[in-house]
């Protein structure tokens, strides 16, 4: 085994991976299964993977020790899959779940200290109408009960779900990173699709787990050049990784070779497809970028500007300035300044506010582009290489990108990572943004000059809300780049995150004096986009989903205006963690209400009404969910509404119905009952195996 040191294992950095402190982007190609098994020699697959610039694998079980060794050899890192009973009812047949967790934790005990293992993807794509059977929460519970296994077990590796289009609303909190199999040909749909994903995944980096052409339907050249066009698109669009489905033809599933489509990059001789030479080659993302002037006021920040200019004097992409604005510090932070970092254009003013000093430095600059950021921030490497490429085209005044918590040293500020309340984007689309926070928010120069900059009646707070606003107004547009992120420091304690969010209370108050349009009457804003909080894009209890008529949806996401909020980081939740959340999530909307308009009545949630039923449930062996629903329609039955828990209903009585998938395309399909048995066909009955009536929660 060569030496791919335990040190080099790789981590989440942010919105992508790195290795020790070297960034990496994950190339991998799916491996096997294969008829027969593993081949009796890895090296000449492996060597060939290797020199085709590929960095990882992903298998569809747990690979053994004689992979790994195999793979460390070569370089390539290793993302296991755990194989069980997902494509049937595992909550109706508990077994298939126990066996999971006996299977995962077995199998990391043997090789979870392997170099070469980088993860484990504990499911993959469970099938949407057995989701929808089960319960969208507790299947999602379930993978997050996987995940907290394999890290209690394994806390080296990294954990994920391979989730797919039909299931977006089932990502879930504890992923190290949100990871999708997608099958998209049309390169507009596909980076279309990939910036939606962006969001659904929060803070966490995106990896598409699949992608992948059968060459037997479209053709050598078309899946050569299908190929070659996703890696470009997942580095342009900011994924964190891609792996291409598959590396040869030859493929087993469900108990039986695979052999009417051939997605492989060999075919089942194992000779060279023209896609293989095609994804050799290392995209490069090649754009000229505008000068940019990087701008940070701060006001007796001295214990937090040294790391936020380290990280900005850090930044790659050319040449660029950089413009401190001390605004009336007391503690010495312009003295740290000048002493640390001579390279720094420092200006010192009486004090005068957040917003007048941004000003200053605005007039001062000499960039195309003004970037903000604040002195408790620390800018990715990459920020402004990111930020540039959404100027390109000119169609954006404006630009930003995400600003996430580092890792908490202590549970307080584990409680403040997951509160809401922090400072966040809010979308109109998946590209458009309606509002960037101030700490990562870069603009023309032109675009500031002509809406006069920002208001300086702000001086703590509020400044790049008025100011997003009016870019608006006066007919801007602000664009998204998901990965142009920065490392953005929370208050370091809870008292300290309650006094900050009077303190935004006060500046909504000056927000509703010039813009009393945008608020509700008790003092909200009036947001048309969709507000970012953090946390992937998941269902809970009383989420809304898009299930399409019968459940049939290709893309089923949840219908949703907010992002759910950070969960509380692992090493931290515990009671305390979790009682201190609630109190928080308790107080500061009232703080900030009473700040904003002396009061502390909030603004109504709208109740959402769920019916209790008690149905029936029984088994219909070897028929096909379609098949029968098919049938129902032409019985007269009608489709249920598409955010409903039920396919069809007839005169009251409503039906859903679920597919277990088995070894050699056997099929069981699962069948549920609300309302009158004796409405049910005779040729759906299958009496003898009726369930006794149970909750359908």
Same mark, same amino acid.
């Given at each position: 085994?060569?030496?791919?040191?335990?040190?080099?294992?790789?981590?989440?950095?942010?919105?992508?991976?790195?290795?020790?402190?070297?960034?990496?982007?994950?190339?991998?190609?799916?491996?096997?299964?294969?008829?027969?098994?593993?081949?009796?020699?890895?090296?000449?697959?492996?060597?060939?993977?290797?020199?085709?610039?590929?960095?990882?694998?992903?298998?569809?079980?747990?690979?053994?020790?004689?992979?790994?060794d195999a793979a460390a050899r070569h370089g390539l890192r290793v993302f296991g899959g755990l194989m069980w009973g997902q494509n049937a009812d595992f909550f109706r047949r508990p077994g298939l779940l126990s066996a999971a967790r006996v299977g995962l934790a077995e199998a990391l005990r043997v090789i979870g200290g392997h170099p070469a293992l980088a993860g484990v993807f504990v499911?993959?794509?469970?099938?949407?109408?057995?989701?929808?059977?089960?319960?969208?929460?507790?299947?999602?519970?379930?993978?997050?009960?996987?995940?907290?296994?394999?890290?209690?077990?394994?806390?080296?590796?990294?954990?994920?779900?391979?989730?797919?289009?039909?299931?977006?609303?089932?990502?879930?909190?504890?992923?190290?990173?949100?990871?999708?199999?997608?099958y998209l040909e049309d390169e507009r749909s596909l980076r279309s699709y990939v910036k939606r994903l962006h969001h659904i995944a929060g803070d966490r980096p995106l990896v598409i787990s699949e992608f992948g052409l059968d060459s037997r339907r479209n053709g050598l050249a078309r899946q050569a050049e299908i190929l070659r066009r996703a890696l470009d698109i997942a580095l342009e669009e900011e994924c964190a990784g891609l792996a291409l489905y598959a590396w040869s033809d030859r493929w087993w599933n469900a108990g039986a070779e695979v052999t009417d489509w051939d997605f492989g990059l060999i075919d089942r001789e194992g000779r060279d497809?023209?896609?293989?030479?095609?994804?050799?080659?290392?995209?490069?993302?090649?754009?000229?970028?505008?000068?940019?002037?990087?701008?940070?006021?701060?006001?007796?920040?001295?214990?937090?500007?040294?790391?936020?200019?380290?990280?900005?004097?850090?930044?790659?992409?050319?040449?660029?300035?950089?413009?401190?604005?001390?605004?009336?510090?007391?503690?010495?932070?312009a003295d740290l300044v000048a002493e640390q970092f001579p390279w720094v254009k420092l200006l010192r003013l009486d004090p005068c506010g957040l917003s007048a000093a941004r000003n200053a430095a605005a007039a001062a600059a000499t960039g195309e582009i003004l970037a903000f950021t604040d002195d408790d921030c620390e800018p990715d490497a990459e920020w402004l290489q990111r930020l540039g490429r959404v100027f390109a085209d000119g169609r954006f005044a404006a630009a930003g990108g995400p600003n996430l918590p580092p890792r908490p040293r202590n549970m307080h500020e584990a409680v403040v990572c997951a509160a809401s309340g922090a400072p966040s984007h809010?979308?109109?689309?998946?590209?458009?943004?309606?509002?960037?926070?101030?700490?990562?928010?870069?603009?023309?120069?032109a675009a500031f000059d002509a809406i006069g900059g920002f208001d300086a009646r702000f001086h703590t707070a509020g400044?790049?809300?008025?100011?997003?606003? &009016?870019?608006?107004?006066?007919?801007? $547009? +602000? #664009?998204?780049?998901?990965?142009? =992120?920065?490392?953005?420091?929370? @208050? %370091?304690?809870?008292?300290?995150?309650?006094?900050?969010?009077?303190?935004?209370?006060?500046?909504?108050?000056?927000?509703?004096?010039?813009?009393?349009?945008?608020?509700?009457?008790?003092?909200?804003?009036?947001?048309?986009?969709?507000?970012?909080?953090?946390?992937?894009?998941?269902?809970?209890?009383?989420?809304?989903?898009?299930?399409?008529?019968?459940?049939?949806?290709?893309?089923?996401?949840?219908?949703?205006?907010?992002?759910?909020?950070?969960?509380?980081?692992? &090493?931290?939740?515990?009671?305390?963690? $979790? +009682? #201190?959340?609630?109190?928080?999530? =308790?107080?500061?909307?009232?703080? @900030? %209400?009473?700040?904003?308009?002396?009061?502390?009545?909030?603004e109504r949630a709208p109740h959402l009404e769920h019916p209790t039923t008690h149905p029936?449930?029984?088994?219909?062996?070897?028929?096909?969910?379609?098949?029968?629903?098919?049938?129902?329609?032409?019985?007269?039955?009608?489709?249920?509404?598409?955010?409903?828990?039920?396919?069809?209903?007839?005169?009251?009585?409503?039906?859903?119905?679920?597919?277990?998938?088995?070894?050699?395309?056997?099929?069981?399909?699962?069948? &549920?009952?609300?309302?009158?048995m004796t409405k049910v066909p005779v040729w759906l009955r299958n009496v003898s195996m009726v369930d006794s009536a149970r909750d359908a929660g």
């Amino acid at each position: 085994m060569s030496g791919i040191a335990a040190d080099t294992r790789w981590r989440t950095d942010g919105k992508f991976l790195r290795s020790g402190e070297r960034r990496v982007w994950l190339r991998a190609v799916t491996y096997g299964p294969f008829p027969g098994g593993w081949p009796e020699s890895f090296e000449p697959d492996f060597q060939r993977i290797a020199a085709a610039g590929f960095n990882a694998l992903r298998t569809y079980e747990m690979p053994d020790r004689r992979l790994l060794d195999a793979a460390a050899r070569h370089g390539l890192r290793v993302f296991g899959g755990l194989m069980w009973g997902q494509n049937a009812d595992f909550f109706r047949r508990p077994g298939l779940l126990s066996a999971a967790r006996v299977g995962l934790a077995e199998a990391l005990r043997v090789i979870g200290g392997h170099p070469a293992l980088a993860g484990v993807f504990v499911a993959n794509e469970i099938p949407a109408d057995l989701v929808r059977w089960m319960g969208p929460v507790r299947v999602r519970r379930a993978i997050q009960e996987l995940i907290a296994l394999g890290r209690a077990t394994a806390p080296e590796l990294m954990f994920a779900y391979a989730n797919y289009p039909s299931t977006e609303y089932l990502e879930p909190d504890n992923a190290d990173f949100t990871a999708f199999n997608i099958y998209l040909e049309d390169e507009r749909s596909l980076r279309s699709y990939v910036k939606r994903l962006h969001h659904i995944a929060g803070d966490r980096p995106l990896v598409i787990s699949e992608f992948g052409l059968d060459s037997r339907r479209n053709g050598l050249a078309r899946q050569a050049e299908i190929l070659r066009r996703a890696l470009d698109i997942a580095l342009e669009e900011e994924c964190a990784g891609l792996a291409l489905y598959a590396w040869s033809d030859r493929w087993w599933n469900a108990g039986a070779e695979v052999t009417d489509w051939d997605f492989g990059l060999i075919d089942r001789e194992g000779r060279d497809k023209p896609a293989l030479a095609a994804v050799s080659h290392q995209p490069v993302i090649s754009a000229q970028l505008p000068s940019f002037s990087v701008i940070v006021c701060t006001r007796n920040g001295r214990a937090r500007i040294g790391a936020c200019l380290k990280a900005v004097g850090n930044l790659a992409g050319g040449p660029h300035e950089t413009l401190v604005v001390d605004d009336g510090s007391d503690d010495g932070t312009a003295d740290l300044v000048a002493e640390q970092f001579p390279w720094v254009k420092l200006l010192r003013l009486d004090p005068c506010g957040l917003s007048a000093a941004r000003n200053a430095a605005a007039a001062a600059a000499t960039g195309e582009i003004l970037a903000f950021t604040d002195d408790d921030c620390e800018p990715d490497a990459e920020w402004l290489q990111r930020l540039g490429r959404v100027f390109a085209d000119g169609r954006f005044a404006a630009a930003g990108g995400p600003n996430l918590p580092p890792r908490p040293r202590n549970m307080h500020e584990a409680v403040v990572c997951a509160a809401s309340g922090a400072p966040s984007h809010v979308m109109l689309d998946d590209e458009e943004a309606e509002h960037l926070p101030g700490c990562n928010l870069a603009v023309t120069k032109a675009a500031f000059d002509a809406i006069g900059g920002f208001d300086a009646r702000f001086h703590t707070a509020g400044d790049d809300v008025d100011f997003c606003w &009016r870019l608006r107004e006066a007919g801007y $547009r +602000l #664009g998204f780049a998901p990965g142009a =992120f920065v490392w953005h420091r929370r @208050r %370091a304690g809870i008292r300290a995150f309650l006094r900050q969010q009077r303190g935004y209370g006060r500046a909504e108050r000056l927000l509703i004096a010039k813009h009393p349009q945008r608020f509700c009457k008790r003092g909200g804003a009036r947001w048309q986009g969709f507000v970012y909080a953090g946390g992937p894009l998941r269902a809970s209890a009383d989420s809304v989903i898009y299930h399409g008529p019968m459940g049939m949806a290709g893309y089923q996401p949840v219908i949703a205006r907010m992002l759910p909020t950070r969960g509380i980081a692992s &090493r931290f939740d515990g009671w305390r963690a $979790r +009682l #201190g959340l609630r109190l928080v999530e =308790f107080l500061a909307p009232h703080l @900030r %209400a009473w700040a904003r308009n002396r009061t502390i009545l909030l603004e109504r949630a709208p109740h959402l009404e769920h019916p209790t039923t008690h149905p029936h449930e029984w088994e219909m062996p070897e028929r096909r969910r379609e098949e029968l629903l098919g049938r129902l329609v032409e019985d007269g039955w009608a489709a249920c509404g598409p955010t409903g828990a039920w396919d069809v209903e007839k005169q009251g009585t409503r039906l859903l119905l679920a597919t277990e998938r088995g070894d050699r395309g056997a099929k069981n399909t699962l069948v &549920r009952l609300s309302g009158e048995m004796t409405k049910v066909p005779v040729w759906l009955r299958n009496v003898s195996m009726v369930d006794s009536a149970r909750d359908a929660g």
